[in-house]
């Protein structure tokens, strides 16, 4: 058994299915790297396995840690070992970032060891994103990640809008946090990574990669092989997979 076990996952916000029947696990110690169009979905699958409000799992199930959380709040998840680094970091007014850091640490290291690797300390007396640029906010989220420790990384994006510099600063960060430094047996977090570019994995190693499109993953394999693959030819190819799958479901197309 997985660290992360998905199946049959479906999703709705509102009215609209956004995933519509996810099988997805990854074991403990691996990272594995997601890509997919715009609004295919990734954002979701994150926010399903945190238990986020607003969406709505209508069939399937979250195994973590062997014990079924589909129907668990956020907080419980989240006390579990889950951690979301998010697309879109939201700004807490009102509570400075040190205090959040203070409240969700785990373990005994000073905050500044890892506040000076991300070159964070001038903004730990600043309320949480409050006015930080689009890579202050990034890097804040990893600071959150690096103090928290959970067992499974949710990181949603994580070098959008990052200098490269800074893409490289955070990439040492996970790669201390994931114990990418020990042989794969004797790592103990995962990593869920959403990126467009790829340009993360220049600086750390997936073992995996799996692309999104409408709603199905629509297969798993190599990363560095996936991304060429999709640098060189845009997601084309899997267009014509998830029209099998839209068929697949639907029976669209078959002779009755
Ligand atoms: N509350 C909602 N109500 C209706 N539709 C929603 C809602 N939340 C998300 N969606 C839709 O679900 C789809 C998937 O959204 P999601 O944020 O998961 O995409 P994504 O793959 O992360 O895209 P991106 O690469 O642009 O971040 C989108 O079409 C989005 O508009
Ligand atoms: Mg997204």
């Given at each position: 058994?997985?660290?992360?076990?998905?199946?049959?996952?479906?999703v709705?916000?509102?009215?609209?299915?956004?995933?519509k029947?996810?099988?997805?696990?990854?074991?403990?110690?691996?990272?594995?790297?997601?890509?997919?169009?715009?609004?295919?979905?990734?954002?979701?699958?994150?926010?399903?396995?945190?238990?986020?409000?607003?969406?709505n799992?209508?069939?399937?199930?979250?195994?973590?840690?062997?014990?079924?959380?589909?129907?668990?709040?956020?907080?419980?998840?989240?006390?579990?070992?889950?951690?979301?680094?998010?697309?879109?970091?939201?700004?807490?007014?009102?509570?400075?970032?040190?205090?959040?850091?203070?409240?969700?640490?785990?373990?005994?290291?000073?905050?500044?060891?890892?506040?000076?690797?991300?070159?964070?300390?001038?903004y730990l007396?600043?309320?949480?994103?409050?006015?930080?640029?689009?890579?202050?906010?990034?890097?804040?989220?990893?600071?959150?990640?690096?103090?928290?420790?959970?067992?499974?990384?949710?990181?949603?994006?994580?070098?959008?809008?990052?200098?490269?510099?800074?893409?490289?600063?955070?990439?040492?960060?996970?790669?201390?946090?994931?114990?990418?430094?020990?042989p794969?047996?004797?790592?103990?977090?995962?990593?869920?990574?959403?990126?467009?570019?790829?340009?993360?994995?220049?600086?750390?190693?997936?073992?995996?990669?799996?692309?999104?499109?409408?709603?199905?993953?629509?297969?798993?394999?190599?990363?560095?092989?996936?991304?060429?693959?999709?640098?060189?030819?845009?997601?084309?190819?899997?267009?014509?997979?998830?029209?099998?799958?839209?068929?697949?479901?639907?029976g669209?197309?078959?002779?009755?």
């Amino acid at each position: 058994m997985g660290l992360l076990d998905i199946k049959g996952l479906k999703v709705s916000a509102g009215s609209h299915e956004i995933l519509k029947g996810i099988d997805f696990s990854i074991e403990e110690g691996r990272t594995t790297v997601v890509f997919g169009p715009n609004g295919s979905g990734k954002s979701t699958l994150m926010g399903a396995i945190l238990g986020l409000p607003g969406f709505n799992i209508t069939a399937g199930s979250i195994i973590f840690k062997g014990r079924d959380i589909t129907a668990l709040p956020v907080h419980e998840r989240s006390r579990m070992g889950i951690g979301l680094a998010f697309q879109y970091p939201p700004a807490v007014k009102g509570v400075r970032l040190s205090t959040l850091l203070d409240n969700i640490k785990n373990g005994d290291e000073d905050l500044h060891t890892y506040s000076e690797m991300l070159n964070m300390d001038q903004y730990l007396d600043r309320d949480i994103n409050l006015g930080f640029s689009g890579g202050e906010r990034k890097r804040s989220e990893i600071l959150q990640l690096m103090v928290q420790k959970p067992d499974l990384l949710l990181l949603d994006e994580p070098e959008s809008g990052v200098d490269i510099e800074n893409i490289s600063i955070i990439s040492r960060a996970l790669n201390l946090i994931l114990e990418k430094d020990k042989p794969l047996r004797k790592r103990k977090r995962s990593a869920i990574i959403i990126t467009h570019t790829g340009y993360i994995l220049d600086y750390m190693r997936a073992d995996t990669a799996c692309v999104i499109v409408g709603g199905y993953i629509l297969g798993c394999g190599s990363p560095s092989e996936i991304l060429a693959e999709i640098r060189e030819k845009g997601y084309s190819q899997c267009m014509e997979c998830y029209r099998d799958m839209v068929r697949r479901d639907t029976g669209a197309g078959q002779e009755t």
